[in-house]
Structures are given as structure tokens and as C-alpha cells.
């Protein structure tokens, strides 16, 4: 991601963080929405300012000089909601430009200079911010990130004997990644959260990537302190590790690096990935990204649910593969339910039969 890791090396440089001294800032703040949010957080540990629904209402805190698009889930309507503040909005994509916005396009080989660039803009706009607008309401909250194959692998302690023995003895039943987005014709991050509630209970350790992250955030869950919300097997097994019981793993192209974990489970027990206990899940998706995702899930062989279909029910036989056909050639299937309390029940029953079909208790 060269746009956002250009741009986090020039608001540290000190000759930028000066230049806004002169202008009177206190200093350059940088923060995340969305996506490119999610890959500074997991990577850098800079904090997010909210997920995809969230985004008008960071401008409207009047705190924002400008926002920098990467390519994609950014509505082009912000441009509009930033002209109502002073807050400028920056494409740096050919393939994603707004009108309205400013356009600085970032390659290869000029990302540091564009970056600079970028960040003079938004101390420029600094003596614009009229202090009688700003309102950041709210507190922060913690959260617990960095969940990188490499760093759960160390977390537990060097090789994944220690999660296949939690999930041989069903303490960790199996784990499921609820990724993908939010949706408007959702109330806000409701099903995010109470899916990722309900599978916790149910000793289902739950991944979580994209704007997922920011509601499961939200909601307490990515603190070790959220196990007391666990059922009691993930609740002793990541209290013993000391991590959250819902791991924050990235952006959504991270989720490719789910997969990964799941192929090096498949391998370390000597199995397909479709006979493992897990299932994907994007509640809330809205991004054509989100389905795509989903399909390579299933294409793997991970069961996965989506809160609405895509648009393919127009043809009963497409609709019929992928909602059961697709089980028999891979070994998983999607299921589409709205309500995240009878996904999670749905999801249970998948985790059992992978369970059972290991000779394991349900
Ligand atoms: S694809 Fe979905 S999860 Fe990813 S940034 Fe866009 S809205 Fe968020």
C-alpha cells in the first residue's frame, strides 16, 4: 500500500511536522477509515477513525484538513459533505478520481514526493479549521492488533500444536472469519458485532479483518479482556495467551492470509481445508470485493455465509450451486441470512459436522 505508507513516513518528517507548528497545529495527526485504515492499524499501529459508514462523520468533526483516497470504498459524495467544512479530498488513483477532488497521482517511483505533497496540502488548509466547528465526540478505544500469521504462530508459541489440541479437545471449536464491510440497508454494524458475540459464546475463535474491525473494536471485543465474553474453552485458551478472543488480522486483502492459516492447519493435521471446523462470514458486505472474497472461501473449501445474496437469484440454477451444488465439487457452499443471530446458529451447525467428520466432539 504505497499510498498510505508514503504518506504515514512524510507526516513524520520533521521538516512537515514543523512546517505545521508554524501554522499553528499542534503537529500532523494521521488516521485511518476503512481498508487502508485497517493495513496502517495492523502494520503501524496508527489508530482508526472509523469504518465505511463512518467516514462523513469524521469529516463532520471539523478536525479534518484532508482525506487521501486509495482506490476504492470511498463514496465520491464526500467530496460534497467536505465542502461543507474545509476538509479537501485527494484521488491518487487514475482508476478512482471523483469530481471535485484534487487529483496528485501516485506511481512507483514518485510515492515519497507525492506524499510530501499531499501532507503540505493539508497543513496549508490548517488556518481554515474554525475551531467553533469542531466536535470529536466520543472517547478512543483500546484495541489489540498486529495479528500477523508470523505473530499468532510465536503467540502460540512457535508452531499451531497448541490451537490443534484446543480444537482436538474443544476447547476451541473451530474459528470462523467475519470480514467485509457495512451496508445501508443494515442498522450500522449490528450484524458485525452479533454474529462475532454469538460465535465467541460458542468457543468459536473469530478473525476479523476490513470494517469489521472497526465495529468489533467499537464493541470492546479486541481487548484480551473481552474472553469474559467468551464460553469458557476460548475464554481459558486465549487468557492463558493473553490475546483477545476475536484477532484482528488486517485489511480485506489480508483475508488472503486467513486462507494461508487455514492451509497451514490442513497441512499440520493432514487434511482438506474443507474438513476443517471453520467458516468465513461478511454480514454486512456491500463491496463486489466482499463477494469475490467470498467466492475464493468457497472455492477453498470454507463454508461461507453473506447477510444478502449477490445478484445473481435471477437464475435458479446459478442460485442452486452456490447454496448447495458447489458442496459436492468443493467441498463448501454459501448461506445467506440476514439475521446474525440464526447465521451464528447456521455456522454452529457447519462447525459441528466438520467436527464430527474429524471423529471430534461436536
Ligand atoms: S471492501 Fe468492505 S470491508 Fe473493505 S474497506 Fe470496503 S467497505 Fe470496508
Not at 468489533?216 to 478472543?245: D, F, T
Not at 486462507?259 to 474443507?274: D, F, K, R, T, Y
Amino acid at each position: 500500500p504505497i499510498v498510505s505508507e508514503k504518506i504515514l513516513e512524510a507526516v513524520n518528517e520533521q521538516e512537515l511536522i514543523d512546517l505545521a507548528k508554524e501554522k499553528g497545529a499542534a503537529g500532523i495527526n494521521i488516521a485511518g477509515l476503512c481498508c487502508t485504515g485497517n493495513e496502517l492499524m495492523m502494520r503501524k499501529g496508527i489508530p482508526m477513525a472509523g469504518n465505511h459508514l463512518m467516514t462523513e462523520l469524521a469529516i463532520i468533526t471539523g478536525a479534518v484538513e484532508l482525506i487521501v483516497v486509495d482506490y476504492q470504498c470511498i463514496m465520491p459524495s464526500l467530496v460534497q459533505v467536505g465542502n461543507c467544512y474545509h476538509t479537501k479530498m485527494i484521488t491518487t488513483a487514475d482508476k478512482a478520481r471523483f469530481t471535485g477532488a484534487d487529483h496528485v497521482k501516485f506511481e512507483m517511483h514518485n510515492g515519497m514526493e507525492q506524499a510530501r505533497k499531499v501532507v503540505k496540502m493539508a497543513i496549508e488548509r490548517y488556518s481554515m479549521r474554525n475551531p467553533d466547528r469542531v466536535e470529536i465526540p466520543g472517547e478512543p478505544v483500546d484495541i489489540m492488533t498486529g495479528f500477523s500469521n508470523e505473530a499468532l504462530l510465536e503467540a502460540f508459541g512457535g508452531s499451531l500444536t497448541p490451537l490443534i489440541d484446543a480444537i482436538k479437545a474443544g476447547k476451541v471449536r473451530g474459528a470462523v472469519g467475519i470480514v467485509g464491510c457495512n451496508n445501508p440497508k443494515y442498522k450500522h454494524d449490528y450484524c458485525n458485532v452479533n454474529l462475532t458475540r454469538e460465535l465467541i459464546k460458542k468457543d468459536i475463535l473469530v478473525i476479523v479483518t476490513g470494517c469489521v474491525t472497526t465495529a468489533a473494536g467499537k464493541a470492546g471485543l479486541l481487548v484480551p479482556e473481552a474472553i469474559e465474553q467468551a464460553g469458557p474453552g476460548l475464554k481459558e485458551i486465549c487468557g492463558n495467551l493473553g490475546i483477545p478472543p476475536v484477532i484482528h488480522m488486517g485489511s480485506c486483502v489480508d483475508n488472503a492470509r486467513i486462507l494461508q492459516l487455514a492451509a497451514l492447519l490442513a497441512n499440520e493435521i493432514g487434511v482438506s481445508i474443507s474438513d476443517l471446523p471453520l467458516a468465513a462470514s461478511s454480514p454486512e458486505w456491500y463491496s463486489e470485493k466482499a463477494a469475490t472474497i467470498g467466492t475464493y472461501a468457497v472455492a477453498s473449501g470454507i463454508y461461507t455465509h453473506l447477510g444478502h445474496p449477490p445478484n445473481i437469484t435471477g437464475s435458479p440454477i446459478v442460485t442452486n450451486l452456490a447454496l448447495g451444488g458447489l458442496d459436492d465439487l468443493v467441498g463448501a457452499c454459501f448461506a445467506i441470512e440476514p439475521d446474525p443471530f440464526k447465521a451464528a446458529k447456521l455456522i454452529d451447525e457447519r462447525i459441528k459436522l466438520k467436527r464430527k467428520g474429524l471423529g471430534l466432539e461436536e
